[in-house]
């Protein structure tokens, strides 16, 4: 195996969870039967197609998709299981990705998330997704949310 020197490498865009309209990025697939009645939903995953864009214009530049799903893990606060690849479509990391797994305790400021491998040159990656919404629809349920990621590979 050729490792070369290891690098921190940080990524900065915006995913946009669409979960309302005709063109939904992100389905409910499965929930609790006493999920709807959870103040926290509790027990409800989805699965996520998420655009992710340079800018948080939903017109902005597609760098690559936000694949997995999350799921209503606490029934005291909002608190999703995050299970995700963040797939580059664009540029240099074009057909890498990075892979996601933890806590998103959504209604805190900043959400810090690890990242736990990747692919391609992102072979051996771990670092941490710092997830900020920038806007939240609470009638729709849509959200913009920034991201930087940090992460160390070869």
Do not use: C, W
């Amino acid at each position: 195996m050729d490792l070369k020197k290891e690098k921190l490498s940080h990524l900065h865009f915006y995913f946009h969870d669409i979960v309302d309209g005709s063109n939904p990025t992100a389905i409910r697939v499965a929930a609790a039967p006493t999920t709807d009645s959870s103040p926290t939903g509790f027990g409800f995953v989805a699965m996520m197609d998420d655009p992710l864009t340079e800018g948080p214009e939903p017109t902005s530049k597609l760098l690559g998709k936000a694949q997995g799903f999350y799921a209503s893990a606490s029934q005291t606060e909002v608190g999703l299981l995050m299970v995700l690849n963040f797939v580059f479509m664009e540029g240099k990391y074009n057909g890498s990705t990075l892979s996601v797994l933890g806590r998103n305790k959504v209604f805190s400021e900043v959400r810090e998330m690890p990242i736990v491998g990747g692919s391609g040159l992102f072979r051996f990656a771990r670092g941490y997704a710092q997830a900020k919404t920038h806007i939240f629809n609470l009638t729709s349920g849509d959200a913009i949310v920034q991201y930087n990621v940090y992460v160390i590979h070869y």
